[in-house]
C-alpha cells in the first residue's frame, strides 16, 4: 500500500509529522509513505520513506484556484502524484478548502455521486464507540438526492472501517417526527423510507446526536458544520469551567480526587487526537483531512484511517452501489 503524505500546513509543523509516520511505519510493514514537504525537515525519514522535496506551503485561507497555481507545494504534488502514480491515499492536515477542492478537481468525482461529503468520527457516551456525520462543510447546500447518496457512503464507510455489518443510520432534524426537518431532510427521508433503506431509523435531534445510539447521521453540509463546531465550542466551554470548578477552593480540590478517574475516563471519551480527522467521500480515491492542531497521535490515528479505509475497499464499495 502506498500512501501519499502532506508533511506541512498543519500547526505543529514538519517535526509532528514525521514521528506520527515513523510510529505508523514501526506497526505497519506493508506500507510504503512518500513524504511531500521540505526535504531538510524530513532527513529522519531517509531510508524509511521516499521523500519529495516540495517546500511550498498552502496558506490556510487559499481557494481552490490559488492552490492549482501553486506548483511547488506539498499538498498540490501529493494529490497530483498520488493520480498519476496510481497511489492508494492521500493525507494532509494543511487547509480544508484548499485540500478539498484540490482532491475533487484532481481525482474526480465517482461517476453517479452527485457531491462529494466530508465525513468525521465523533466520540459517544459509550466509550469506544463512534457515530459518523455527513456532511460536515464539503458544501453548503445539498438536495435530498444527495443526503440519500450519503445514507450510502455513510453505511458503506461505517462497515469497512468499524466492522458493524448493519450500522443505524438516522437524518439529523429539529424533530423526530417524519413531518420533521429542512426541505432537502424531509426529501431525503422519503427516498430512504420508500427504498427500504438497510438500518434505516428515522430522524435524530441534535441533543441526541452523541448519545450512540445511531452509526451514521446525515445532514447537509451547512448544518454539519454548525453542529461540529458548536458541539467543539461546547466541549472546550465545558472542560473549562470544570477545571474552574475543582480549583475554587481546598475542598474542591479535595473533591477533584474522588473523581479524577471519572474525568479521566470522559477526557478520553471526547479526545479527537483519537478519531483520525474527516474523510472525503464520494471522490477516485482515499483522502483523509487530518485535524489542522494534530499532534503525533492525532496525525498517526489519520493514517490509521487511510490504512483501514484501503483494506476494506470503501471506494470501491462506494463505486459499486452507485451504479
Known amino acids: 500500500m502506498k500512501l501519499a503524505v502532506d508533511t506541512l500546513g498543519g500547526d505543529l509543523g514538519s517535526p509532528v509529522i514525521v514521528k506520527a509516520i515513523k510510529s505508523f511505519l514501526s506497526k505497519h510493514n506493508d506500507v510504503e509513505i512518500i513524504a511531500?514537504?521540505?526535504?531538510?525537515?524530513?532527513?529522519?525519514?531517509?531510508?524509511?520513506?521516499?521523500?519529495?522535496?516540495?517546500?511550498?506551503?498552502?496558506?490556510m485561507e487559499a481557494g481552490a484556484l490559488e492552490v492549482l497555481r501553486m506548483?511547488?507545494?506539498?499538498?498540490?504534488?501529493?494529490?497530483?502524484?498520488?493520480?498519476?502514480?496510481?497511489?492508494?491515499?492521500?493525507?494532509?492536515?494543511?487547509?480544508t478548502g484548499a485540500f478539498l477542492s484540490s482532491a475533487t478537481i484532481t481525482l474526480k468525482l465517482i461517476p453517479g455521486i452527485k457531491r462529494a461529503a466530508l465525513v468525521a468520527p465523533f466520540p459517544t457516551k459509550i466509550k469506544g464507540k463512534k457515530v459518523i456525520i455527513l456532511d460536515i462543510g464539503a458544501s453548503n447546500e445539498n438536495s435530498g438526492e444527495e443526503l440519500y447518496q450519503f445514507a450510502k457512503m455513510g453505511r458503506l464507510y461505517y462497515q469497512g472501517v468499524y466492522g458493524v455489518e448493519e450500522p443505524k443510520t438516522y437524518i439529523l432534524s429539529n424533530g423526530l417526527e417524519e413531518g420533521k426537518g429542512s426541505p432537502s431532510g424531509k426529501e431525503a427521508y422519503k427516498m430512504l423510507k420508500e427504498n427500504s433503506f438497510p438500518g434505516f431509523k428515522g430522524n435524530v435531534e441534535a441533543r441526541y446526536a452523541l448519545s450512540g445510539e445511531a452509526d451514521v447521521i446525515v445532514t447537509d453540509g451547512y448544518s454539519g458544520n454548525v453542529f461540529l463546531k458548536s458541539t467543539e465550542g461546547t466541549a472546550k466551554i465545558f472542560s473549562s469551567l470544570l477545571k474552574d470548578a475543582f480549583k475554587k477552593n481546598l475542598w474542591s480540590k479535595l473533591g477533584y480526587l474522588h473523581v479524577r478517574s471519572g474525568i479521566?475516563?470522559?477526557?478520553?471519551?471526547?479526545?479527537?487526537?483519537?478519531?483520525?480527522?474527516?474523510?472525503?467521500?464520494?471522490?477516485?480515491?482515499?483522502?483523509?483531512?487530518?485535524?489542522?492542531?494534530?499532534?503525533?497521535?492525532?496525525?498517526?490515528?489519520?493514517?490509521?484511517v487511510a490504512y483501514k479505509m484501503n483494506k476494506s475497499g470503501v471506494v470501491n464499495k462506494i463505486k459499486e452501489a452507485i451504479n
Open 71 to 95: 506548483k511547488n507545494s506539498s499538498m498540490l504534488n501529493a494529490v497530483k502524484q498520488m493520480k498519476e502514480n496510481g497511489y492508494d491515499g492521500v493525507v494532509s492536515c494543511g487547509s
Open 36 to 59: 511531500f514537504g521540505k526535504k531538510e525537515e524530513l532527513a529522519e525519514l531517509e531510508g524509511i520513506a521516499t521523500i519529495v522535496d516540495a517546500p511550498e506551503v498552502v496558506p
Open 264 to 304: 479521566k475516563n470522559m477526557t478520553e471519551i471526547f479526545d479527537y487526537k483519537n478519531t483520525g480527522g474527516a474523510m472525503l467521500l464520494g471522490v477516485n480515491g482515499v483522502v483523509v483531512k487530518a485535524h489542522g492542531s494534530s499532534d503525533e497521535i492525532a496525525f498517526e490515528s489519520a493514517l490509521d
